[in-house]
């Protein structure tokens, strides 16, 4: 085998598009934060990690004993994409809590899906909280049903079975588009309890002016730490907060040395102060 | 005070009364001669940048450069994206630019062929010559990734197709311009694999929702430009045909219904605010 | 074993995309096969979503205990699904063009002339029945339901309760106006371009705060791709504690 040939074609990504180098860089970084964590976990040095209070979290199970209450079943939206998608999974994590909830209190679980493998695996999901709950015995297999694969018509069966079935609360997380507003507004007109949670910025309004609690973005991420009890869990929480400092100082670094280049050409020409210019200029795309 | 009483009794259902009346009425004058011209002349001084620059970009491709166009939307939001591809193909088609048609949504595959059939006709190309129709491309963000390495291989319709055009183009960097009208988040995945991963120009159109959460990526220069929703319609069919009052198409037309719902949305915000605030000061004054 | 096998899957294809995204040449093969795989995969699991569908919609119509409204909307569902497919299958996909005389009228002269045209339809009845006479209406009026939220959603949300809701409240009513033409029409009457105004909301204000938002939203992603990866996060396959 012609290594030389093997070295070229594994450096030449790198030469087209600088900017891979740059991703492969933060990947990394997260990657060894996150070891880094990890190993501190597993050796007990670190075992508690403070996380800040989340309203719509807490307010999971006064939404479910408000349903009990009313005697009206309990809605669950997953979002309309596929498993492959961060936060359809982000939202299952979140239904397991949900589902446990449900089953401990006897109300009825209603959750309609837009795509048949996030329908197999909620089913899994949901089946495993009922018997967490040492409540199996309620677990139906049609509570978690497939709708279909198209936006509008999903959006139009779970209006119906709003409509219909008058849910005490509604659940909207995960990915949502369009018919974010179509479902929230239905649900607020049932008169139910609404959380909703997406990373979907265009959703967010939405979800904020017709629902009673929203998780903002990366809260849906940090749900799953949240609602765990495992310390293994949280340890992304400080990964996540590590990363973003790290993306906060070369915003930080990149803007005043693009400030100083503009204002004093010459000062970029120091040996430190060109380096760091070099680096930041390269994430320019040209 | 009468009249807060009144403002007090908008119930959702007056409010959905009232935007059903001005819609049809919108829809009704939309066709008026001077409101068509009002309605021009104003969008030709306000033309969004971000259109420009999409648009400016087209202009700057050589003929016979090869683009592929993805007309990744559904019935649904026709409206908003039909102008916007008739008016790339348009341009294209004027330019000598040769195309390759595609839909990463099942239902859009049927709309984006009959569009390019029936724009081709209008400039006297040949179907298989001057440009070729992918159809479905099924996959979603795995075909895109499946683009950057093999375009034939992602596009099983066109790998055998004898158009002359298609025997230089390997992968999608061999295209001068992806150009994608999105109703979904595929867009924004031309833009994370075939930009920040292949360096492929990426450019498109999207509904007028999602126009905002485009922003970061424009002036960041992954995404070249933007035809937002309808106005970035009416925009682009100024900038590529400069029509007359009488010959101006649905998407211009249109943007007095628009108006119209807009203007109400203010009126509507600025009773809730009068009921608002004078019930606070009544309060206040108990 | 049962729960480790799907882990040791999931961490194994994870980590051959991953590599395959940074150094292509290593195992662009595998991921080839790999990319097949999900696309084969997906499109088959959508027979697993429909025999759920069918099942559970024949249940609900005909057991007894369910509501009237309830077992008549699963009736329409199972008469629509089989209606389509049938078509479908019998027609297929594929435009057929047929030339047909098309009345048209010319109304410029004093008294209308009235002619034929030759004209290409579309006559296969899947596509000019079910996609574009039933579908298409039914898909654009339930988009359009959004003009209707968006408004009564509006009402309700756009209050002066405080600072922060009034600086709200007034950059949406510049939005709203500076995306149309009636907003410029009306403010250039006392000279100001308020597009220009909304152009400026939306391309730094705007932008800065999704910005923020996006960089939290992808990292979060990534960590928890990487938690997945290491078989710390099991909620997909079933078990989250």
Redesign the interface.
Known sequence: MDWSY?WY??YI?YV??P??GY??FF?LF??VV?WYY?YLVKTGRLSKIYIRRIPALNSIEEAVGRSTEMGRPILYVPGIQ???N?QT??S??I???VAQRCAEYETDFIMPVS???V???AQ??V???YL?AGRSDLYRS?MV?????????Y??GVD?IIS?EKPGAVFLIG?F???S??L??TGF?AGAIQIAGT????Q?P?F???CDYVL???E???A?AYL???I??KI?LR??DV??AL?MISIATGAAINTIHMLYPNMVNIPILNVIYKIFSGM??? | MIVIEIFKRIT?RTIFLVVAIFLILGTIFSDVYWVKKINLEVLRKTITPASKQAYDFIESIPSNSVVLVSGDY?P??RVEADPILENFLKQCFRRDIKVIAISLWP?GAQIVATKTRQIANQYNKIENQDYVIGGYVVGG?VAIEKMGVDLKDAIPLIANNPAPFLRDIKTAHDLSLVFSIA???TLVYYIRILK????VNVSGGC?A??A??MYPYIL???LIGLFGGLKGAADYEILESNPEPDKVSEAVKYMLTQSLIHALLIIFIIIANIVYIYDRLKFRRK | MKREIPLIITALTGIII?IN??????TGKVTQVVRNW?IV??SF??????L??VI?SL?KTLEPIT?L??RI?NLILIVSLVFTIVIGMIYGVGPKNNYVFKLSSDYSTVLPLIDFQVATVDTNIFNSVIFYSIYNP??AA??S??AF??A???Y??FRARNLEATLLLLAAAVVILGRVPVGDYVFGFIGLKISVVSEYITAVINAAA?RA?????G??????????L?G??K???????
């Open positions: 093997f074609k594994l990504p087209e598009n900017l891979l991703s492969l990947l997260i990657s996150f990890l596929d498993i492959d961060i999974l982000a299952l994590a239904l397991s809590h795509r048949s493998v329908m197999t695996v899994e999901v089946k495993e909280s967490r049609d049903f497939y709708l279909t694969d198209d936006q509008f018509g959006a139009a119906g219909r990915a588009y369009a018919e507003l179509i929230a507004e007109s990373a979907m910025i265009t967010l939405f904020i002016a017709a903002i973005g990366e849906l991420f940090a799953s765990s009890k495992d293994l869990d992304t990964t996540q990363s973003k993306v320019v795309i040209k | 959702r559904g649904s939001t239902d963000a109703a979904g988040d920040s991963r292949y360096g509904t929702v999602m905002a959460e960041s220069g992954q | 991953i995204y940074f150094l292509p040449e290593v999900v995969i997906s699991a959508i027979i697993l979503g429909i759920n569908l559970i249940r509501h409204d309830d909307a039914l898909s339930m988009f339901l959004l939220f968006i009564s959603a509006s309700r949300a999704q938002i996006l960089i939290a939203v990292i979060g992603t990534i960590i928890i791709s990487l938690k997945l290491f710390i996060e909620s997909h396959i079933g078990k989250s504690e």
